[in-house]
């Protein structure tokens, strides 16, 4: 019998990550763009990921809303955002990809939503709207940015807590909309299932857990043994486990390295590793899980990173080409992420929500001069 305990920090590298099986029509757009959305997952945790800090992060919530923003960008400025989230390179298939991986992902315990925030005066093109909506199920809410940019927040923040069961508040911090913010393209996911094979409360009890291989807390730890898709990766020197969930079509994936400070080694590891592939090589296996009940939330500030990863141009007021959205000069001013994640004896419930915020071209107020 296998034994895989989570006992070590940092544990909480996670991806809300989404898929499920395609059906044979038109099957090749959406594995192309299944693809390029696993690369892209992949890169930017590597970018995220800092030594003995956790990280949660929801590429596919980045992903759906950035591929919306990449449908109103011309030349360099698409050309660098198509490369960063490896799409197709036709947008007929980047188009026609996303709209069968949001239909794909739609789901009694998995939901999504997207909603495009834009200033009442601010005039939007009509082809962008209907692809917006045709392709990405996302309508137009106009609201106030100019006169009332801190009620058109709220606002925002509302339909993202209303969307995400509650569970992701205040995504939008005081101060990110300003009066010359002009839209704001967001997306929102909640995920809510029981385990296949629920835990025992009873045998849940305090145990040692690892933050770094000098220092432990005391955690509570779950317990259950049962048949699962289990293997041992000696490439990885680590342990893959699958947790299924009640509907079966969605699992927790759990990769314990062999050492309590091996997680790093891992990570960079993944880079080169097809998970997909590797998840179906697992056995069904005895094994005894004994994994921590733990609650995480994190607010990522992306613009930095994404620029990092090769998207420059869409946040370069001088540069950003976002013509087949509106022919006032766009760029994109902030993009944020705030994730949760709750495991317990019962189940699993996920949210994540992220906001591309997109302002006019303005003077910069540092540069302004000042007089006494």
Known sequence: MASLTLGALPLFGILLTFTMPATTYDMKELETLTEGSNKFAVEIYQALKKPQENLIVSPISIQLVLALAYAGAKENTATEMAKTLHLPEKLDDVLKGHKMLIEQLQHP???????????????????????????????????????????????????????????IKDL???????????????????FKANWAKPFDAELTSDEDFYVSPDNKVKVKMMSKTGQFPYKYNPELKAKILELP??????????????????????????????????????????????????????????????????IKDFFDQGKANLREISEEHLYGSKVVQKAFIEVDEKGTEAAAATAVVQSLEGCDQSRLPRSL
């Not at 509907?247 to 927790?252: L, Q, Y």
């Open 172 to 190: 939008l911090a005081e101060g990110t909309i300003t009066p010359l913010t002009r839209l704001v393209l967001t997306n929102a996911i909640h």
């Open 245 to 310: 969930y009640e509907d079966k079509e969605f699992k927790m994936v759990i990769i314990l390295p062999d050492l309590i400070d091996g997680l790093a080694d891992v990570e960079n590891k993944l880079s080169t590793l097809n998970l997909t592939e590797e998840l179906l090589t697992l056995r069904e296996s005895t094994v005894r899980v004994r994994l921590p009940k733990f609650k995480v939330e994190q607010t990522l500030d992306l613009k930095n990173t994404l620029i990092q990863l090769g």
């Open 109 to 167: 315990t998995l939901k999504l939503a997207s909603q495009i925030f834009a200033e009442k005066t601010f005039n939007i093109k009509k082809e962008y709207q209907d692809v917006a909506s045709k392709y990405f199920l996302s309508e137009v809410g106009l609201v106030n940015f100019i006169s009332d940019p801190e009620g058109s927040r709220n606002e925002i923040n509302q339909w993202v807590e209303e969307k995400t069961n509650k569970k």
